[in-house]
C-alpha cells in the first residue's frame, strides 16, 4: 500500500455542492484538503433531466457567498451547472474528478487511510458528502432488468411516439410524465397512493392532476407494477390485474445514499427502514471521531429531509469542530 505523502487535515468525498462549500470554508481556514470525486463536478445535478427547474430560488442554492445571479424565479440544471462551474474557478478548490473513494479506514493511530479507484491518501479528518442519487429504489419485480427499463430521466425526445410507463407520484416522475406527454408519448402512470404526492412543486403539481383528469395522462392509483415483459407491463390496481402494451418504463420509484459504504466506514445506522447514520447534529460528527456527515446523505433514507439550501450549514459546523479539537 502505497500512501501519499501528505497527511491532509481533512478529505472531503463527493464534490457536489455540500462537499464545495465544506473546501470553502476549510480553504478559508487554513486547513488542508482535498475533494475526491467519483464523477464530474457537482455529478448528481449533471446526471438530472436536461430542462430540470429547482424548487429553490438561487440564493438558496449560493455557497461561499458567492451571488447566483438568476433572471428566471428558479434556476434550472444548466444555470446552476455554470454557477458552481464558476464556484470552481473562483476558488481553485483542490479537487480530483473521476476518482471514487472504495473505503475509508481509521488507524489506531488516529488518522485515516482513504484508498480510492486511483490511489491511498491519509488524513486527519474525513467528510462524507455522497448525496443519495447514485443507487435508484428498485421495484424488485420480473424484468425491471431490460433495458427499456430506466431508473434515470433526462429528456423526452426518445420516447415520442411511445407507450410510455412512469412509476412513481414526485417530482422526478411527474416532470417525467408531463414531458413526455407534451412530446408525443402515450403517458401511464403507476402510483403506490392515492394522489400525486403533495411534495410536487406547487407550479407543477395541478397541471399534472389535470392532464390526468382530462384523460390525457392515464393513471393508476394504489398500484404498482408486478411484470415487466417485452410489449407490454403488468400493474395490479383495486380492480384487479392489468396488462398494457409498452415500450419504456421509466421507474422513477427515487433514490437512496449508499449505506453499505457508511456502515463499511464504521458509522453506525439505525436499524429501522429510515437507515438513519448516527451524528452529533451540533458538529456532524459520527460515532467515529474525526469522521463527519454532510449534506443530504445525513438523513439516510428521508432523502426529502436535507437539500443544499438547509445543509449548507454543515460545513462551518464541520470546520469549527475540527479546529476546535486542533486547538
Known amino acids: 500500500?502505497?500512501?501519499?505523502?501528505?497527511?491532509?487535515?481533512?478529505?472531503?468525498?463527493?464534490?457536489?455542492?455540500?462537499?464545495?462549500?465544506?473546501?470553502?470554508?476549510?480553504?478559508?481556514?487554513?486547513?488542508?484538503?482535498?475533494?475526491?470525486?467519483?464523477?464530474?463536478?457537482?455529478?448528481?445535478?449533471?446526471?438530472?433531466?436536461?430542462?430540470?427547474?429547482?424548487?429553490?430560488?438561487?440564493?438558496?442554492?449560493?455557497?461561499?457567498?458567492?451571488?447566483?445571479?438568476?433572471?428566471?424565479?428558479?434556476?434550472?440544471?444548466?444555470?446552476?451547472?455554470?454557477?458552481?462551474?464558476?464556484?470552481?474557478?473562483?476558488?481553485?478548490?483542490?479537487?480530483?474528478?473521476?476518482?471514487?473513494?472504495?473505503?475509508?479506514?481509521?488507524?489506531?493511530?488516529?488518522?485515516?487511510?482513504?484508498?480510492?479507484?486511483?490511489?491511498?491518501?491519509?488524513?486527519?479528518?474525513?467528510?462524507?458528502?455522497?448525496?443519495?442519487?447514485?443507487i435508484p429504489v428498485y421495484m424488485d419485480v420480473p424484468g425491471e432488468n431490460l433495458p427499456k427499463v430506466r431508473h434515470y430521466y433526462q429528456e423526452a425526445h426518445e420516447y415520442a411516439f411511445r407507450k410510455v410507463v412512469v412509476v412513481g407520484a414526485n417530482?422526478?416522475?411527474?416532470?417525467?410524465?408531463?414531458?413526455?406527454?407534451?412530446?408525443?408519448a402515450e403517458v401511464t402512470m403507476v402510483i403506490r397512493k392515492d394522489q400525486i404526492n403533495d411534495r410536487v412543486k406547487y407550479w407543477v403539481k395541478p397541471d399534472i392532476e389535470n392532464r390526468i383528469a382530462e384523460g390525457s395522462i392515464k393513471a393508476y392509483f394504489y398500484s404498482s407494477i408486478t411484470e415487466i415483459r417485452?410489449?407490454?407491463?403488468?400493474?395490479?390496481?383495486?380492480?384487479?390485474?392489468?396488462?398494457i402494451e409498452n415500450d419504456f418504463v421509466l421507474a422513477l420509484t427515487g433514490y437512496r445514499p449508499d449505506i453499505d459504504f457508511l456502515k463499511k466506514s464504521g458509522i453506525a445506522v439505525s436499524d429501522d427502514l429510515l437507515c438513519t447514520p448516527q451524528y452529533n447534529p451540533k458538529s456532524m460528527e459520527t460515532n467515529v471521531a474525526g469522521l463527519y456527515l454532510a449534506g443530504v446523505v445525513c438523513g439516510g433514507m428521508e432523502t426529502h429531509k436535507w437539500f443544499i439550501e438547509n445543509s449548507r450549514v454543515h460545513a462551518g459546523m464541520i470546520v469549527t469542530d475540527i479546529l476546535s479539537k486542533q486547538v
Not at 474557478?89 to 479537487?95: A, G, Q, S, V
Open 171 to 184: 417530482n422526478s416522475s411527474v416532470d417525467a410524465a408531463l414531458e413526455c406527454w407534451r412530446k408525443g
Open 1 to 134: 500500500m502505497a500512501v501519499k505523502d501528505t497527511l491532509f487535515d481533512v478529505i472531503i468525498v463527493g464534490g457536489g455542492p455540500i462537499g464545495m462549500a465544506c473546501a470553502i470554508e476549510a480553504q478559508q481556514k487554513g486547513l488542508s484538503y482535498l475533494i475526491l470525486e467519483k464523477g464530474a463536478l457537482v455529478n448528481s445535478l449533471f446526471n438530472y433531466p436536461l430542462y430540470m427547474t429547482f424548487f429553490s430560488t438561487a440564493e438558496k442554492l449560493e455557497i461561499g457567498n458567492i451571488p447566483f445571479n438568476c433572471i428566471a424565479p428558479k434556476p434550472g440544471r444548466q444555470e446552476a451547472l455554470e454557477y458552481y462551474r464558476n464556484i470552481q474557478r473562483h476558488f481553485n478548490l483542490n479537487i480530483k474528478l473521476s476518482e471514487k473513494v472504495l473505503s475509508i479506514n481509521k488507524q489506531e493511530s488516529g488518522f485515516f487511510i482513504i484508498h480510492s479507484d486511483k490511489g491511498w491518501y491519509s488524513a486527519n479528518n474525513v467528510v462524507i458528502a455522497t448525496g443519495f442519487y447514485d
Open 230 to 243: 417485452e410489449n407490454e407491463v403488468e400493474i395490479f390496481t383495486p380492480n384487479g390485474t392489468v396488462t
